[in-house]
């Protein structure tokens, strides 16, 4: 992944899908359609369908 693609991105917005699929699933979807995945040691809560971001978590 390009540095610095996290600050690219804040809640609401929606991820690239070129992004979304270097992503590792964490949570799988759950029933209200939200998935949890995680790219470069950071956590996305997102939207499935849309990839609209609902959260960013970093860990450092």
């Not at 979304?20 to 949570?27: E, L, S």
């Not at 956590?43 to 369908?49: C, E, G, L, P």
């Amino acid at each position: 992944m390009p540095p610095g693609w996290q600050k690219k991105y804040h809640k609401g917005d929606r991820l690239d899908y070129d992004i979304y699929r270097h992503g590792r699933v964490v949570k799988p979807i759950d029933r209200d359609g939200r998935i949890t995945i995680e790219i470069d040691d950071t956590i996305i809560h997102m939207v499935h369908d849309t990839r609209e971001i609902l959260s960013i978590l970093s860990r450092y």
